[in-house]
C-alpha cells in the first residue's frame, strides 16, 4: 500500500512557465517532508522540505506547499529552466526520532527550451 | 570534499554469489543508510545505522546484511544473490536525525543473472 503517490509519472514544461509537482500521502501520522531532485546516473539531491506546522516554504525558484486536510503537498518551480529536467521525487517522515523516509515513486519533469 | 562515495558503481553477479557494496562519507555525519531503487519505484530503505555501532533495519531489510565499520564506513553485504535483488543502491548519510538533510552517494548498479 502506497503512502505517498506521485500521480504523474512525467510532466512537460516551456522554460520560462510555472511547474507544478503534485504529491499526496495517506499516512496522518507523517511529519515532515522533502522534495529530492534525481538526474540520470545521479543519486537525489535534497531540494526543500516543509514541516507539518508550517503550510509553505520557499527557497529562490522553489516552494513546496502542504495541504494537511487534504493531505497533499505540491512543488512549484517558477521560472522552470532547462536545467530543472529531472525526476523529482517526494518523501515523508513520521514519528519523532524516526530515521524512515517513505519516497513517492517520482515525476520525471522536462523543461522543454 | 568528496561528499558520499560508494563503489563499485557497476556489478555483475551470478545468482548465488556473495558481494559487499562500500559506502564512505567525509562529512563527519552520525547517520547512514542504504536505499534500493527499483524501475518506476521510489527509494525503498533497506538499513540504516543511527549513530556508529548501531544498525536498524528498515522497509526491506531480508537478502541483506550490513556493517558499520565506524563513523564513516557503512557496508551492505548481499550473502547469496538473488535476481530480485538486481536494482540500484544508493547509500545516504546525515547529521543526525532524519529531519536532517540526506545526502546521497551517487549509487551501484547491481545486475543479478
Known amino acids: 500500500d502506497q503512502q505517498v503517490k506521485q500521480n504523474s509519472p512525467s510532466l512537460s514544461v516551456q522554460e520560462g512557465r510555472i511547474s507544478i509537482l503534485n504529491c499526496d500521502y495517506t499516512?496522518?501520522?507523517?511529519?515532515?517532508f522533502l522534495w529530492y531532485k534525481k538526474y540520470p546516473a545521479e543519486g537525489p539531491t535534497f531540494l526543500i522540505s516543509i514541516s507539518s506546522i508550517k503550510d509553505k516554504n520557499e527557497d529562490g525558484r522553489f516552494t513546496v506547499f502542504l495541504n494537511k486536510s487534504a493531505k497533499h503537498l505540491s512543488l512549484h518551480i517558477v521560472p522552470s529552466q532547462p536545467g530543472d529536467s529531472a525526476v523529482y521525487f517526494c518523501?515523508?517522515?513520521w514519528g519523532a526520532g524516526s530515521y524512515q523516509l517513505t519516497f513517492g515513486k517520482g515525476t520525471k519533469l522536462s523543461v522543454i527550451p | 570534499n568528496a561528499g558520499v562515495t560508494q563503489t563499485p558503481k557497476f556489478q555483475v553477479l551470478k545468482t548465488g554469489q556473495s558481494m559487499t557494496l562500500q559506502c564512505a562519507q567525509d562529512m563527519n555525519h552520525n547517520s547512514m543508510y542504504w536505499y534500493r531503487q527499483d524501475p518506476g519505484m521510489g527509494l525503498r530503505l533497506i538499513y540504516y545505522s543511527a549513530s556508529e555501532g548501531t544498525t536498524d533495519k528498515g522497509e526491506v531489510p531480508n537478502g541483506y546484511n550490513v556493517s558499520r565499520l565506524n563513523k564513516r564506513e557503512f557496508s551492505l553485504r548481499l550473502e547469496s544473490a538473488a535476481p530480485s535483488q538486481t536494482s540500484v543502491y544508493f547509500c545516504?548519510?546525515?547529521?543526525?536525525?532524519?529531519?536532517?538533510?540526506?545526502?546521497f552517494g551517487p549509487g551501484t548498479r547491481l545486475l543479478v543473472l
Open positions: 499516512n496522518s501520522m507523517f511529519d515532515y
Open positions: 545516504a548519510s546525515s547529521e543526525s536525525r532524519i529531519q536532517e538533510t540526506q545526502y
Open positions: 518523501a515523508a517522515k
